[in-house]
């Protein structure tokens, strides 16, 4: 079992940068693939980026690549997602997901989910 809490989303005007932080609670975290995803109104959770249990790969949506970065510290039990260069169709509820599995991009093959934390960027 992993619970997750996400933190770190606000309002932000585009072109600036936030940070979210997801973090997980429970035994041997650095054996889950983490992945953040988004969901803005009316839209599908969409996959924003993973990072292996390592840490030593990452993998990101063609839309944030060059501007987000998921990095991980297994020793805090800590996922984040540094957001740059933020547009306002970024504004969307990011989640926090994690699973067992070596590699995963959809929702539906991630078992744990944090509750998610609003991101809203403004033109």
């Known amino acids: 079992q992993v619970q997750l809490v996400e933190s770190g989303g606000g309002l932000v005007q585009a072109g600036g940068s936030l940070r979210l932080s997801c973090v997980a609670s429970g035994r041997q975290f650095s054996t889950y693939t983490t992945g953040w995803f988004r969901q803005a109104p009316g839209k599908e959770r969409e996959f924003v980026g993973i990072?292996?249990?390592?840490?030593?790969?990452?993998y990101y949506v063609d839309s944030v690549k060059g501007r987000f970065t998921v990095s991980r510290d297994n020793a805090k039990n800590t996922v984040y997602l540094q957001m740059n260069s933020l547009k306002p169709e970024d504004t969307a509820v990011y989640y926090c997901a994690a699973d067992i599995a070596t590699i995963a991009y959809r929702p539906d093959e991630f078992e744990y989910w944090g509750q998610g934390t609003q991101v809203t960027v403004s033109s």
């Open positions: 990072i292996s249990r390592s840490g030593s790969r990452t």
